[in-house]
């Protein structure tokens, strides 16, 4: 697999570097060449020039070795989105980045004004926060944790667009990054107004209740108490076979939903016109088969070609996946800025 040299000065081509990213610089060629000792990587930061000024980004060895620093497929995708896309069609589009790592694409998709979200672990917000509030705003730039598969109702789908760059490398979170794409990209339902009216009812009901109840004399009260508990004692006894039945449901169903990939309910989710970008570096390992096998019968999947913009990775196959949702109807492309 490849990967970044950690070294400043072999991290582009064209004139000098004065160890501040200002050498001249040639946008269309990316020379990387590859370096596969870790600490070294950590060392210095990495820098990317971008437009008229530079993207700094820290690295760190106390964070976990496959998110803390950059690697290939970002840079990549980032110089995809700043050639080929461009602030015109990323301005004020609501964005998020799953393992956002580090931050350079996150950082990146922010200085062409988009709203993203970059999505990590915990662990890796301290460095996260540190690169974006040393490259662009905060107002429009947010970290926060999403664990793949979890509920992402804190996040309001659905998203314009979802981002990421070498997410596929372990089989056992196929599924789960498969469902967390799908429940992004959908429309989530949400509560009924019928069902609060039934709701506050319900509740105004036994408030009157309770103060009718409080009215009656005392005889009566007791009365009533007494028969209470014989009626409490038989449906105790009528609860404790409910309860078992109850149980041995609630086993049932709790199999059949260990035994169901949670991908599943999240694709019958109402699906949204998110376009969703995937980089990575095709490596054959088996995880990126497993995602490609099911992803194509829920996503339309197109892969995008980037070597005429990185002479420098022609020895590297890095792919950038464009996905959209199968079942969604198409808008209509009146000329080439109209959609993402």
């Keep these: 697999m490849g990967r970044r040299s950690h070294k400043v000065k072999d991290q582009y081509n064209g004139g000098k570097n004065n160890g501040k990213g200002t050498g001249s610089f040639d946008p269309h060629s990316l020379n990387l060449p590859r370096g596969w000792d870790y600490y070294e990587r950590f060392k210095d930061p990495f820098i990317l020039p971008f437009q008229t000024h530079t993207i700094n980004i820290k690295q ?43 931050g350079l694409l996150g950082i990146t998709l922010s200085l062409l004004e988009s709203d993203i979200v970059l999505t990590d672990q915990k662990c890796m917000h301290d460095i996260l926060h540190y690169n974006v509030r040393h490259n662009c705003s905060m107002t429009k730039t947010k970290v926060d944790e999403l664990w793949w598969g979890d509920d992402v109702s804190k996040f309001h789908p659905p998203y314009d667009m979802i981002v990421g760059s070498d997410l596929m490398y372990e089989d056992d979170c196929v599924d789960l990054l498969l469902a967390s794409l799908l429940d992004l990209s959908s429309f989530h339902p949400k509560k009924k107004q019928q069902d609060l009216d039934e709701t506050f009812s319900s509740i105004t009901l036994n408030d009157k209740k309770q103060q ?23 449906e105790e006894e009528i609860d404790g076979d409910d309860l078992v039945n109850e ?89 080439k800025d109209d959609i993402l």
């Design 60 to 102: 760190s060895s106390k964070g976990p070795r496959v998110g803390s620093t950059v690697w290939d497929s970002s840079i990549v995708m980032s110089k995809y989105f700043e050639l080929e896309v461009g602030s015109k069609l990323l301005k004020n589009k609501r964005v998020i980045e799953l393992g956002a790592g580090v």
């Design 212 to 234: 009718n109840d409080s009215s009656d004399d005392e005889d009566d009260n007791n009365k009533e108490k007494e028969e209470d508990g014989d009626d409490e004692e038989e």
């Design 247 to 335: 149980n041995d449901i609630q086993v049932a169903e709790k199999r059949a939903d260990d035994a169901e990939p949670l991908y599943i309910k999240s694709a019958q989710l109402q699906p949204a016109d998110t376009v969703i970008y995937l980089g990575y570096e095709h490596r054959q390992m088996t995880a990126e088969s497993i995602f490609m096998n099911k992803v194509t019968t829920y996503f339309d999947v197109e892969t995008i070609t980037t070597r005429h913009l990185h002479p420098g990775f022609e020895h590297t196959d890095i792919r950038i996946l464009r996905m959209t949702r199968k079942g969604v109807v198409k808008k209509i492309k009146k000329n």
